[in-house]
C-alpha cells in the first residue's frame, strides 16, 4: 500500500477518497436536490476490490458510476480531475433536436442528467415546434458551475460509490485467448481489482488541442491527456482511430452592443425530469441573444481559412458532420449569406458569453476580427478562444449491443470515446454500460436497448452495426419509429426497466404508476364521456362543427380544431388534469391512425428482430453470402436478422441466403418441419 | 427435406418426341458422374476447361454398351446457371434412352432432381435474385409468347430496375423531409408544395407499374370470354370456329349445351378461355335449369362476353334483356349465321342492333363457314388491350405478390399525400412514405421478410 499522499484538493465536507475507499452512510435519495445532507465518513483501509471500475467522471462515467452503484454493485469512479465532474467544456446546454429526447431517456432510466439540469438551469426553450410531436422537445443552457457542482455533490453521496483522483493508465486483464478483465493500474502504480471496467474517457486519449497554428497537448482546455490508457486499450486489440471536434470563443457580455442584438427569453417549459413538477432554477431564468453572420464575416472567415487547424488539414482526425465549424459551414453552404448566431450566458454569476454557431479553430486574432464583424459584436472583448481537440477514439463495431468491448470481457466503453459528440449522447451510454458492468459483476443477464423503444437503442444499434465513420451525434432522423420515440413518453417507455433493474427509487415509481394511471383513467373518460346535439352552442362558439348525434370527446378532441385546453375549459375531469398527463392524452388522441400505422411498421421490425443468429455461426463457410457480406457478418456478429439487416456492406441477397442458411440447419437438426422444395 | 450438398439430374427437355433430349446434372459430382458415364477421345471432361463442348458416346461402365451419341456441355462453378459444376448431356435418342441414360446417372451417384430444384439452387446460390426467381416460375408457367416475353424481361431484372427507380426517388422525397426535421436552420423548411408535387409523381410512378402488372396478369393467367345467348343461336358452333376444332356437341336442337364448356385458346399472344355456355331461356327441365344458372355465374365472372343473336330472328328484346343482366361486363354483340340471311337483311338487322344496344362495335358473323371470325378475333384483342397494342413489350409485372406489393405502396403514399396537404407537421410525412418504401422494397427484396421466402419455396415452379 501506497504512503497517503492527497493529491487533490478537499473542499469543505466534500471528501474524495485517495486510494482508500471512503464510504457514505445516510446518502440523499438518488433523485436528491442540491442540498446535501449531513453523512459520516468510513474509511476502509487498504481496499482495492471492487465491482465496478469507472474511469472517467464526465457525462457517461458519472451516469455509469451512479447506476452501477444503485445496482448495489460496489463502485469506483476514477478522474484525472475531481473539480471537473460532468464539466461542460463546450456549450453549457442540455437538450435541443434528438438530444432532448436521450436528456428524457436519461432521466426516465433514473439518471441524473435531467434533475441536475432542472436544478442548474439558466435558460430554456422549446425547439422543433411545428415538425409534430415527434421532434418537438426542450432545449435548456445549464450553468456552468452548479451543474458540475450538484453532480459532485451527487457522486459523492452516492452509496456504494468512491470517488477517486488519478491517472488510470492501464487496464489489467487475463491473459488467456479469451480475454477477461481483472482492474486497473493507476499511473503511480496502485492497483484496483475489479469484475468489469468502463471506459468513459471523453476526449482525453491523446488529447491535441489547436488553435491555428499553436498545438497543445491535453483534453481540453487547461487540462492534461491521457497517453497510457491508449496503449493499453490498443494491446487489447481495440482498434483506434482520430477524431476531432471544435468548440466556440467566449466573449465578454459587458461588451456587447445590446441594441444590435435581439433577446431571445426563455419561454415557460416543463421540467426535464419526470420526476419533477417544475423547473427549479436557483435564480431567475435569462434570456439568449440572437445575432447573425455578414457577408464581411464570410469573407474574413474564407480569407484565412488556410490557417485554420480545423479546416486545414492540420488535424488528421475525422470531425463532425452534424456540428461543424464556421469554416465548415462557410464552405459548404457557400449560397447562404448569413447564419444564426446566439449568445448563451454560461452561468449567472459571469460575464462569460458562449457564441453559438461559431465553433473554430481559426487564429485568436482571425477570430476577433470575424468576431467583430457581427452586428451587436463590433467591440466585443474575446475572453477566450475557440479551438479544436483531437483524439483516440475506439470503433464502437466491436461492441456488444451491452457497449460490452467483443475483445475483453467485462471491458465497457462508453461515451465520447466510442465516436459520438455530445453530453446526452455520452450519459445515455454511460447508463447502458454502467447497467450492464453492475449486471454482468452480479452476473445476471445482460439488458440490450432497441430501435423501436428508445433513441438509447438506436444510437448503440447505430454504433455497434454501422460503425462510425465521423463523430455521431443523435438526430431526429436517425429514428424511424420516432412518433413512438417522443420525448414527452420517455417514463412510459423506459421507466418499468429502471424499477425492474433497481435504479429508479420508490418515489419516481409511485410518480409513474399515478401518471400512467391518470393518462389511462382520462383517455378513458374521453372516450366514454358524450356530447349531444344540447351541447351544440358550445362547439359552435369553439368554431367547430355541431354533432347530430352524440359524439364522445374522445372524437371531437381527433377534430383539428379543438384542443385539450378547450376540453379542460369546457368539459373538465372531475380531478384536475397536471399538464404532463394531458400533453400525453391529446398526442395519443390526436395523433392515433398515424401512431397505429407505425406500430405496424414496427411489427415488421420486430418480426425480424426476433428472428436470433446463433453468436456461434461460422459465417465463413456459407459460400452463398458475398465476400463482403460474410466480412461484415465476421466482424458485427449480429445477434438478430434485423440486425444483420442495416450493417453496411451486407445486401438483402446475403440476408436471404443467411435466413435460408438458417432455416436448412434447423431443418437438419429436425426442429422445424421441412422445406418445401 | 431439402439438400443442398448432393448432385442432382433430371432431362431438362420437354417430353416427347424430340430431336435432342438434354440431361442436366448440377452438384459437386457432376462432373465426376459425367466422366464414369461419358467417353470422349483425348481427355477426361475434369481437365478440360469450363464452357466446351465435347463429342464422344454414353456408354454404361457396368456392362460397357454404347447407349448413344452425345455432346457434353461443361460448366463450372460458379459460371452455370445453378452456380455449381454442371454438365449437359445433349443425347440424340428418343424418351426411352433418355432415361436410360438417366438410371446411369442415378446409379452413379446423382439424385432425381425434384421440381423446379435447378431453378431453387440457381437462387439458393445466388445466381438471381427473387424477382428473377419468381420469373422463371413464371417463364416455365407461361402458356403463351407473350406471356414468356414479360417473364423473360422480369427476369432480366427490368422490374427490379424500374422498382429501384422508384425507391430511390422515395428515398430522394424522404430525405427532404427528415432534413428538415433537424436541419431547418441550415436547409429552410420544408417546401410543401414542391413535396406534394413530388409524391404526386411518385403515384403515378407506381400505378404506371400496376397497370402493366395488371396486363402482366392478363398475359400470365389469360382472360376469360364467355359466348351467351339464347338457345340455339350457334354459340358452340362459334366455340368450335374459335377452337378451330369439334369440341363442343353441336345440333340444331335447342339446349344440347347443358354444362359449361371451357377450352383454352391462343389468342394473338393472349391466353384465353373460351366458355360455352347454356343457352339463356326459361326451362322446366331440371338439368338444363341447372345449366342456365351456372351459365349465369359464369358470365357474371367473364372479362368479356360475345353476345350471340341469330341474324335469322334479329336483334330481339330478348337480346336487350340478356344485355341489360350483364351490366358491368364487356359484352360484343354479335350477328350469327349470315350465311342465311340476305346482305340488305343483314345491314338492316345490324343497324336495328346498333340502335338497340346503342354498341359502337357489333359483328355479323357466320360460325359455321367461318366468315367474320378473325374480325372477331381481332375485336376482342382489342377490347383487351383497350387498344393498346404494345401490350406485350410494356408488360413487365406477372406476379400478383409483386401487384400486391405495389398497391399497398400507392395506398400509403395516397396518405402521405393527404397529409401533405393537410399541411400537417413534415414528420407525419414521413410515416408513410416510409411504408411505401418498405412495401416497393418487398419486390427487389430490398426488404427482407421471412414470409416472402417461405412463399417462394413453397410456390415453386414445376419443371426447370
Redesign the interface.
Known amino acids: 500500500m501506497e504512503p497517503l499522499t492527497p493529491n487533490a484538493s478537499i473542499k469543505g465536507s466534500l471528501s474524495i477518497a485517495i486510494g482508500f475507499n471512503a464510504e457514505v452512510k445516510s446518502v440523499c435519495g438518488a433523485d436528491g436536490g442540491l442540498h446535501a445532507p449531513s453523512y459520516d465518513i468510513i474509511v476502509h483501509m487498504n481496499e482495492s476490490n471492487y465491482d465496478v471500475i469507472v474511469i472517467g467522471a464526465g457525462h457517461a462515467g458519472c451516469e455509469a458510476a451512479l447506476a452501477s452503484a444503485r445496482m448495489g454493485r460496489k463502485t469506483l469512479l476514477v478522474t484525472l480531475n475531481t473539480d471537473r465532474i460532468s464539466h461542460m467544456p463546450c456549450n453549457c446546454s442540455i437538450g435541443g433536436?434528438?438530444k432532448g429526447h436521450l436528456a428524457r431517456e436519461i432521466d426516465a432510466l433514473a439518471g441524473e442528467m435531467g434533475v441536475t439540469t432542472d436544478l442548474t438551469l439558466t435558460h430554456i426553450r422549446f425547439v422543433?415546434t411545428?415538425?409534430?410531436?415527434?421532434?418537438q422537445t426542450l432545449r435548456a443552457h445549464a450553468d456552468k458551475t452548479l451543474y458540475p457542482l450538484r453532480m459532485r455533490e451527487v457522486v459523492e453521496n452516492q452509496e456504494n460509490l468512491t470517488l477517486l483522483q488519478g491517472s488510470a493508465e492501464e487496464i489489467l486483464s487475463t491473459d488467456a485467448a479469451r480475454k477477461r478483465v481483472k482492474g486497473i493500474r493507476l499511473g503511480d502504480g496502485r492497483i484496483f481489482h475489479s469484475k468489469a471496467v468502463v471506459v468513459t474517457t471523453g476526449t482525453f486519449l491523446n488529447g491535441l488541442m489547436h488553435c491555428g497554428e499553436k498545438r497543445t497537448v491535453g483534453g481540453r482546455h487547461g487540462e492534461v491527456a491521457a497517453e497510457g490508457l491508449s496503449h493499453s486499450l490498443a494491446d487489447l486489440g481495440i482498434r483506434l482511430g482520430r477524431f476531432k471536434t471544435g468548440t466556440t470563443p467566449r466573449v465578454d457580455k459587458k461588451t456587447i452592443n445590446w441594441d444590435r442584438v435581439e433577446p431571445i427569453p426563455s419561454e415557460d417549459c416543463p421540467p426535464f425530469s419526470f420526476i419533477h413538477e417544475k423547473l427549479n432554477p436557483p435564480k431567475p431564468l435569462l434570456p439568449c441573444w440572437y445575432t447573425h453572420t455578414t457577408l464581411e464575416t464570410h469573407r474574413i472567415i474564407k480569407e484565412n481559412l488556410h490557417l485554420s487547424a480545423l479546416y486545414g488539414g492540420r488535424i488528421k482526425g475525422v470531425g463532425p458532420r452534424?456540428c461543424p465549424s464556421i469554416e465548415d459551414?462557410i464552405v459548404r453552404?457557400a449560397s447562404?449569406d448569413s447564419?444564426?448566431v446566439f449568445l448563451e450566458q454560461e452561468e449567472w454569476d459571469s460575464d462569460w458569453l458562449y457564441v453559438q454557431g461559431m465553433s473554430t479553430s481559426l487564429p485568436e486574432d482571425v477570430q476577433i476580427a470575424f468576431l467583430h464583424s457581427l452586428p451587436g459584436l463590433e467591440n466585443v472583448r474575446m475572453f477566450r478562444a475557440g479551438y479544436a481537440v483531437e483524439y483516440d477514439m475506439a470503433y464502437p463495431d466491436l461492441l456488444h449491443l451491452t457497449l460490452e468491448s467483443k475483445l475483453a470481457e467485462g471491458l465497457f466503453l462508453a461515451g465520447q470515446i466510442n465516436g459520438t459528440s455530445g453530453y446526452e449522447e455520452a450519459g445515455a451510454q454511460g447508463l447502458v454500460a454502467g447497467v450492464n458492468a453492475a449486471l454482468l459483476a452480479g452476473g445476471e443477464e445482460p439488458v440490450t436497448f432497441n430501435r423501436k423503444d428508445s433513441y438509447t437503442g438506436v444510437m448503440i444499434d447505430d454504433l455497434v452495426t454501422k460503425g462510425v465513420q465521423d463523430p455521431y451525434r443523435m438526430?431526429?432522423?436517425r429514428a424511424?419509429y420516432?412518433?413512438s420515440l417522443r420525448h414527452d413518453n420517455a417514463d412510459m417507455r423506459l421507466t418499468p426497466l429502471a424499477h425492474k433493474l433497481g435504479l429508479a427509487s420508490e418515489e419516481r415509481w409511485s410518480i409513474f404508476t399515478l401518471k400512467r394511471d391518470a393518462i389511462e383513467s382520462e383517455m378513458d373518460r374521453l372516450a366514454n364521456t358524450f356530447l349531444t346535439p344540447r351541447d351544440n352552442a358550445i362547439l359552435r362558439g369553439a368554431g367547430t362543427d355541431p354533432v347530430g348525434t352524440k359524439v364522445s370527446l374522445r372524437e371531437i378532441l381527433r377534430r383539428?380544431d379543438i384542443n385539450y385546453q378547450w376540453i379542460r375549459d369546457h368539459f373538465p375531469a372531475d380531478a384536475p388534469i397536471p399538464r404532463d398527463v394531458a400533453d400525453q392524452v391529446e398526442i395519443q388522441t390526436k395523433?392515433e391512425g398515424?401512431i397505429d400505422?407505425?406500430k405496424?411498421?414496427i411489427q415488421?421490425f420486430s418480426?425480424?428482430e426476433s428472428?436470433l443468429i446463433p453468436q456461434e455461426m461460422e459465417y465463413k463457410s456459407i459460400r452463398?453470402?458475398?465476400m463482403e457480406g460474410r466480412e461484415q457478418l465476421t466482424r458485427v456478429k449480429p445477434i438478430s436478422?434485423g440486425q444483420a439487416?442495416r450493417i453496411p456492406g451486407v445486401t438483402?441477397?446475403d440476408?436471404?441466403?443467411l435466413?435460408?442458411w438458417m432455416?436448412?440447419r434447423s431443418?437438419?437438426a429436425g426442429e422445424e418441419e421441412?422445406?418445401?422444395? | 427435406?431439402?439438400h443442398?450438398h448432393d448432385t442432382i439430374v433430371a432431362i431438362a427437355t420437354s417430353p416427347g418426341e424430340g430431336g435432342i433430349g438434354v440431361i442436366r446434372i448440377s452438384g459437386a459430382k457432376a462432373i465426376d458422374i459425367a466422366d464414369r458415364l461419358f467417353v470422349s477421345k483425348g481427355k477426361l471432361l475434369r481437365e478440360r476447361p469450363s464452357h466446351t463442348l465435347h463429342y464422344g458416346r454414353i456408354v454404361s461402365p457396368k456392362s460397357n454398351e454404347v447407349l448413344d451419341d452425345a455432346v457434353a456441355s461443361l460448366f463450372r462453378s460458379p459460371h452455370s446457371y445453378t452456380k455449381e459444376d454442371v454438365v449437359e448431356l445433349s443425347c440424340h435418342g428418343g424418351p426411352v434412352t433418355l432415361s436410360l441414360v438417366l438410371n446411369l446417372c442415378i446409379e452413379e451417384g446423382a439424385r432425381m432432381a425434384?421440381?423446379?430444384?435447378f431453378t431453387?439452387r440457381a437462387f439458393?446460390?445466388?445466381g438471381m435474385?427473387?424477382a428473377q426467381a419468381e420469373a422463371v416460375c413464371d417463364q416455365i408457367r407461361a402458356r403463351t409468347v407473350a406471356s414468356q416475353r414479360a417473364a423473360v424481361r422480369q427476369r432480366e431484372g427490368e422490374l427490379s430496375k424500374r422498382v429501384e427507380r422508384l425507391r430511390s426517388d422515395l428515398v430522394g422525397v424522404l430525405a427532404s423531409i427528415?432534413?428538415?426535421?433537424?436541419?431547418?436552420?441550415?436547409v429552410g423548411d420544408l417546401d410543401y408544395p414542391e413535396t406534394e408535387r413530388r409524391i404526386a409523381e411518385l403515384i403515378r410512378e407506381t400505378e404506371r407499374l400496376i397497370s402493366m402488372g395488371g396486363a402482366g396478369r392478363l398475359l400470365r393467367e389469360g382472360v376469360r370470354i364467355a359466348i351467351a345467348g339464347r338457345p340455339n343461336v350457334g354459340k358452340s358452333s362459334l366455340m368450335n370456329a374459335l377452337l378451330r376444332q369439334d369440341r363442343s356437341i353441336v345440333t340444331p336442337l335447342p339446349g344440347t349445351t347443358r354444362d359449361v364448356i371451357e377450352e383454352t385458346i391462343n389468342l394473338k399472344g393472349i391466353p384465353a378461355s373460351i366458355v360455352d355456355t347454356a343457352g339463356l331461356r326459361e326451362t322446366r327441365d331440371i338439368v338444363e335449369s341447372i345449366g342456365v344458372d351456372r351459365a349465369r355465374d359464369t358470365l357474371k365472372n367473364s372479362e368479356l362476353v360475345i353476345l350471340l343473336a341469330d341474324a335469322v330472328t334479329g336483334w330481339s328484346e330478348e337480346e336487350n334483356g340478356i344485355l341489360s343482366s350483364l351490366s358491368g361486363v364487356n359484352v360484343i354483340p354479335v350477328l350469327n349465321k349470315m350465311d342465311m340471311v340476305s346482305e340488305e337483311e343483314r345491314d338492316r338487322c345490324l343497324i336495328r342492333l346498333r340502335e338497340a344496344t346503342s354498341q359502337s362495335l357489333s359483328l355479323a358473323i357466320s360460325a359455321l363457314n367461318g366468315d367474320g371470325v378473325e374480325e372477331l378475333e381481332d375485336a376482342i384483342y382489342l377490347m383487351i388491350t383497350g387498344g393498346v397494342i404494345a401490350l406485350a413489350e410494356s408488360a413487365l409485372i406477372t406476379n400478383s405478390r409483386h401487384i400486391q406489393a405495389l398497391q399497398f405502396a400507392v395506398d400509403a403514399l395516397r396518405?402521405g399525400l393527404e397529409t401533405t396537404r393537410?399541411r400537417?407537421?413534415?414528420?407525419?410525412i414521413s410515416?408513410?412514405l416510409?411504408?411505401a418504401l418498405?412495401e416497393a422494397?418487398k419486390i427487389?427484396?430490398?426488404?427482407?421478410?421471412?414470409d416472402i421466402?417461405h412463399r417462394i419455396?413453397?410456390d415453386?415452379c414445376v419443371g426447370k
Open positions: 433536436p434528438a422543433g411545428g415538425k409534430g410531436p415527434a421532434i452534424y459551414k453552404f447562404k447564419h444564426p438526430l431526429t432522423s424511424e420516432r412518433l383539428p395523433y398515424y400505422r407505425q405496424a411498421q415488421d418480426k425480424m428472428i452463398t453470402i458475398s436478422i439487416s438483402p441477397a440476408l436471404q441466403m435466413l435460408i432455416k436448412r431443418c437438419d421441412a422445406l418445401d422444395s | 427435406m431439402l443442398l425434384e421440381p423446379g430444384e431453387m439458393l446460390n445466388g435474385d427473387l427528415e432534413v428538415t426535421l433537424d436541419f431547418s436552420e441550415d396518405r393537410r400537417l407537421p413534415p414528420d407525419f410515416i408513410d416510409r411504408a418498405d422494397g427487389t427484396g430490398e426488404t427482407v421478410t421471412e421466402i419455396f413453397q415453386f
